[in-house]
């Protein structure tokens, strides 16, 4: 397993398929390095004020990842062991909420809800095993939101640096209850 914390400044951009060209060429437009594409999406490398300006300002990404570990997965088990041993208390607090997206495809691990079930289980475990006490699930509205990938017997956990999908920035921020007709 590899914990890299991503200080190397390197991010995977989520895109629609076939988009990716198109994405490739705005990240390029918007200050991001290292440029190659992928399947629905683009690996890129960013200082922190070019990543800010991406969540910002694309307009064709969906969110952008910033990789934490990954690991061989062959199953839940080991998927629980390697997400256990990782370092959470360096990036949440028993008191901040969190949310899990996970993605599976063409793995032995053939259930998305539960991949992310088997993460928090292991993030919860860990907090409560170090400190008595364990972060919160929030779907709605997460302070941090993670991102679990396994394709192909290797996961991938990242770190959500858009929060919310990009094209929903802006998106009816403030709203009333619908009035009740007489």
Known sequence: MLFDYNRNNKYFAQVQ????PIALEELIELGASACTQSYCGVHFE??????????YCARTIIRVLAPLFHFNCPNEDVLYKNAYQFPWEEILSVFTTFAIESNVSNSRINHSRFAALRLKDAIVDRFRNKFGKRPDIDTQ????????NIDEDRAIVSFDTSGESLHRRGYRLSSVEQPLQD
């Open 17 to 20: 398929r076939r988009l990716e």
């Open 141 to 148: 509205n997460p302070q941090i939101r993670l991102n679990l």
């Open 46 to 55: 960013a200082d922190t004020p070019t990543l800010y300006r991406i969540n």
